[in-house]
């Protein structure tokens, strides 16, 4: 079965760092795109970037580039996203999909179960 | 970057109803890279609609895409009690990808 698993649940403070994890499983992991997907409480779906695991090309939307960084480490089949310093409004539930095909230009038809940020002094 | 803008904001109907949703591009999607998620509240969104007309696997056929260019729409033919959700829109044929704000489909 090809899924994504996502970290846990994180409470932070502003000007903490944070690093979550996406672990893909049931196919080959650094063949296919990771993108990223924030939702913020009671909001929409906004594109981050996304990633091919292969040869770690990284794509970002204006919105988050500086703001965030994408990785993966293929020898453990696991994308991230991480800050150096957080700030409230990174309050959000994450997203990471997998597209359909193994191209950039695909619908994610893989998610994650999403993780929980939440930022607060 | 492609804003998507999808209406109505809210759509209110029954049961067995026919419900149509509206996502409008800022400028041409390529190749009809459009897609439509379902989201019900606690879950990750769920694709329906690739391609613009393409129904993802184990998508049921009162589900259906249609459109080119800048105007795109899904229709839900007979709403199902499981539909009642809020449904997103995305173009992922030009960097940056974009999402819709979304459309809810409530119980009238």
């Known amino acids: 079965e090809v899924q994504l698993v996502q970290s846990g649940a994180e409470v932070k403070k502003p000007g903490e760092s944070l690093k979550i994890s996406c672990k893909g499983s049931?196919?080959?992991?650094?063949?296919?795109?990771i993108g990223w997907v924030r939702q913020m409480p009671g909001k929409g779906l906004e594109w981050m970037g996304i990633i091919y695991p292969g040869d770690s090309d990284t794509r970002y939307s204006p919105s988050f580039q500086g703001q965030v960084t994408i990785s993966a480490d293929k020898s453990i089949s696991t994308a991230y996203l991480q800050w150096s310093g957080l700030k409230a409004s990174d309050t959000a539930m994450y997203y990471c999909?997998?597209?359909?095909?193994?191209?950039?230009?695909?619908?994610?038809?893989?998610w994650g179960q999403g993780t929980m940020v939440i930022v607060s002094s | 970057e492609i804003v998507l803008t999808q209406s109505p904001g809210t759509l209110s109907l029954s049961p067995g109803e026919r419900a149509t949703l509206f996502c409008r591009a800022s400028q041409s999607v390529r190749s009809s890279y459009l897609a439509w998620y379902q989201q019900k509240p606690g879950q990750a969104p769920r694709l329906l609609i690739y391609?613009?007309?393409n129904r993802a696997t184990g998508i049921p056929d009162r589900f259906s895409g249609s459109g080119s260019g800048t105007d795109f729409i899904l229709t839900i033919s007979r709403l199902e009690p499981e539909d009642f959700a809020v449904y997103y829109c995305?173009?992922?044929?030009?960097?940056?990808?974009?999402f819709g704000q979304g459309t809810k489909v409530e119980i009238k």
């Open positions: 999909a997998r597209p359909k095909a193994a191209a950039a230009y695909a619908a994610f038809d893989i």
């Open positions: 049931g196919y080959r992991f650094d063949s296919y795109w």
């Open positions: 391609g613009a007309s």
């Open positions: 995305q173009q992922y044929g030009s960097s940056p990808w974009t």
